[in-house]
């Protein structure tokens, strides 16, 4: 997953040029600001919307809705899926012609140990114990996080189950190369 610095906003694109992500950053260290990194989200996927099919959702009443399970979607644009994700100081949004999920993750502490025995299934607590180093764990720990939160937005199922009994079904997963203490993971339908 490459960024591709030449096209403006675009941070990543599937291997068929049907998916793109987008990312920007803005602070996010006061709850007001936090508010403001919700709605830069769906600004961005505006941005992005306008851009890629000239369909202008500022112009659009209720543009977004919600399922049962609290997933967005475009209530005139079924045809199109996304999703939106923030942390930290950054926001990133992913749009394309099939279902997606985005998470993204600074790396914040945390107990690593207590927060691995939650998220990892049995072989993933191996492989996060063979880590080494602490730096080690963290990165593979936010790694696995992030691939389980993208999982469960492309799903729409939310975390209402334990991150340490997900399977994964009928979708690619793609590593976000990020800055220095972030991960990020984008989940797509196949």
Request: glycine share 6%.
């Amino acid at each position: 997953m490459e960024n591709n610095a030449n096209e403006a906003h675009v941070f990543w694109k599937s291997p068929d040029q049907q998916t793109e992500v987008w990312m920007k950053q803005v602070s996010g260290k006061t709850p007001e600001e936090k508010k403001e990194q919700s709605r830069s989200g769906y600004r961005l996927l505006a941005e992005m919307i306008k851009t890629r099919y000239a369909y202008d959702l500022e112009k659009e009443t209720d543009s977004v809705m919600r399922t049962e399970t609290g997933k967005p979607y475009l209530r005139l644009h079924p045809e199109l899926f996304f999703n939106i994700s923030h942390s930290g100081e950054w926001i990133a949004c992913v749009l394309g012609n099939v279902p997606v999920g985005i998470d993204i993750q600074y790396h914040r502490e945390i107990k690593l140990e207590q927060t691995a025995r939650k998220i990892c299934t049995p072989d993933e607590w191996k492989t996060f114990m063979q880590a080494g180093t602490e730096k080690g764990k963290k990165d593979f720990l936010f790694q696995i996080w992030t691939k389980k939160e993208s999982y469960l937005k492309f799903t729409g199922d939310g975390i209402r189950r334990e991150l340490c009994e997900i399977s994964y079904e009928e979708c690619i997963f793609y590593q976000l190369t990020m800055p220095d203490e972030y991960s990020g993971m984008i989940c797509v339908g196949k």
